[in-house]
């Protein structure tokens, strides 16, 4: 089973939530815990663990060797802009490269073999429980996709069936969140009950709408705003699967680094709740 935690925002809860519900069903399940917000990932925060293994990841890029017959080839097929030819000099732009080979395949003198660039690391994070998966992006980085698809590539592969894979997406509604979302077999968008929340939360319903995703909606800090969001889901016919109270409490408790279910009843029945919703889907494993 494939979860993932998104919200078209951020600020709404998306690692609280991934990292409680991980810790919550790793109690009973066998679980992975993956932080896909490869900019800036926080979800080990949260999560006691022994870093195991940290790997460099890397990006195939272009790297002009010298030789130019200006055929024009190389900049015609770039979709990018990557690539500029002037007369017979190529400057590439490294940071606009999306890693297609377009270029160096169609080089008629093979000027321009692909060569890795360190985009980020990936750390293997062992707790009793359960396994944390984190990327992290280099610095000056542009691009979180192909960190993105690499990790979820590593985790289908390191992780075979049955484990849950909970996956704690990027904010927005970009191309790093259709990249996590695509392996989904459910999504959590996780709200808050404010003009803010609800503008952003149907933007991302559009989003798994459009990728013919299943998902239901958790909100957050129930009991600030309106009932906007509420009325939103019913008239879209969309499952508000559990709702987290808006208590200080809460929030001190997260500001700690602490998780949440184990210090506050409510918190874990929205997260039973969660649990029953999905074991109740025709999709991925069972208990």
């Avoid at 990292?19 to 993956?34: C, F, P």
Wanted: aromatic residues 6%; proline residues 6%.
């Amino acid at each position: 089973m494939n979860i993932v935690i998104a919200s078209g925002k951020g600020g709404t809860g998306k690692t609280t939530l991934a990292t409680n519900l991980a810790s919550y069903l790793a109690l009973t399940h066998k679980v992975v815990l993956s932080d896909l917000d490869v900019e800036e990932p926080n979800s080990a925060l949260f999560i006691n663990g022994e870093q195991k293994q940290q790997t460099d990841k890397f990006k195939m890029i272009p790297k002009w060797n010298g030789e130019c017959t200006a055929c024009g080839i190389c900049q015609e097929v770039c979709a990018y802009n990557a690539i500029l030819q002037l007369g017979t000099h190529i400057i590439l732009h490294a940071q606009l490269c999306h890693s297609c080979y377009a270029c160096s395949e169609l080089c008629p003198i093979d000027a321009l073999p692909m060569e890795p660039v360190q985009m980020g690391v990936m750390s293997e994070i062992k707790t009793p429980v359960m396994d944390l998966i984190e990327s992290k992006l280099n610095v000056g980085e542009e691009q979180a996709v192909p960190l993105i698809k690499e990790t979820t590539e590593f985790i289908q592969a390191q992780y075979p069936d049955p484990v849950i894979k909970i996956y704690d997406a990027p904010p927005g509604t970009s191309c790093p969140v259709i990249e996590a979302v695509k392996t989904a077999d459910y999504v959590i968008l996780i709200t808050e009950p404010t003009p803010f929340g609800l503008h952003d939360m149907s933007l991302m319903v559009g989003v798994v709408r459009d990728m013919k995703k299943p998902f239901g909606v958790v909100i957050n800090r129930y009991g600030v705003g309106n009932d906007d969001v509420l009325d939103y889901c019913k008239k879209e016919n969309i499952d508000v699967i559990a709702r987290i109270p808006n208590e200080r409490e809460i929030a001190e408790t997260y500001s700690r680094g602490e998780l949440l279910f184990e210090k506050f009843p409510k918190v874990k029945s929205a997260l039973q709740n969660i649990e029953q919703h999905l074991f109740s889907l025709e999709i991925g494993v069972r208990a």
